[in-house]
């Protein structure tokens, strides 16, 4: 007998947007590897077919989760940034409003690196690659604006800065991965970032 599965009528973008929300809930609960359309369908209570009317293959579907992603934290680190009282502090608000994202929305870190994905997938590796890249350039530029403004040292390399200060997120997302549960990542990016501050700050006259 064919399972009676309830439906919700959504037009074409909010049912996309909907497999796209609930393939980074299944991957945050069950990895990356793992999720198959099948089960998307039946966490949005559809059929399999239903997921494919909307996307031609699985890998359509994590490109549409990193657009996804992409979009969404543009929106969210610009906000922070537009906040910000002088670039350091724009640096500070961009940093929080990062982590912020992250703690809501777990699964991202796994996409991100995920090697199954990247391996197979030319497209999702050269966008999170531009996503990197555009972020770097975003936080390099805010720093060297904090130099202009004597915010921050003269002779601070702000490409080196930017990278450490991307590696400082992604290494509090694996501490907190590997540790689960055992320290908070808000908790430990609180104490973290203003380490990051006395190495980019002018030193005492």
Request: proline share 4%; hydrophobic share 50%; aromatic share 4%.
């Amino acid at each position: 007998m064919a399972e009676n599965i309830p439906r919700r009528r959504l037009d074409a973008d909010a049912r996309r947007e909907e497999i796209v929300r609930v393939t980074l809930d299944l991957a945050a609960k069950q990895g990356v590897d793992d999720v198959t359309t099948q089960d998307m369908a039946r966490a949005m209570g559809v059929t399999q077919g239903a997921v494919f009317r909307h996307f031609p293959s699985k890998d359509a579907i994590w490109l549409a989760v990193m657009h996804w992603v992409r979009d969404r934290l543009t929106a969210v680190l610009g906000r922070a940034a537009e906040q910000g009282r002088d670039p350091i502090d724009a640096l500070a608000r961009m940093f929080t409003a990062h982590i912020d994202f992250i703690a809501a929305h777990p699964a991202i870190p796994r996409v991100l690196t995920s090697d199954h994905l990247h391996t197979r997938s030319q497209p999702l590796r050269q966008l999170v690659t531009e996503i990197m890249l555009s972020y770097e350039a975003r936080v390099a530029g805010l720093l060297e604006a904090a130099k202009a403004g004597g915010l921050a040292r003269a002779d601070l390399d702000a490409h080196a800065a930017a990278t450490l200060y991307i590696g400082m997120i992604q290494g509090l997302v694996l501490q907190a991965s590997l540790l689960r549960g055992r320290r908070s990542l808000k908790a430990e990016a609180a104490r973290t970032f203003p380490v990051f501050l006395q190495a980019v700050r002018p030193s005492n006259p």
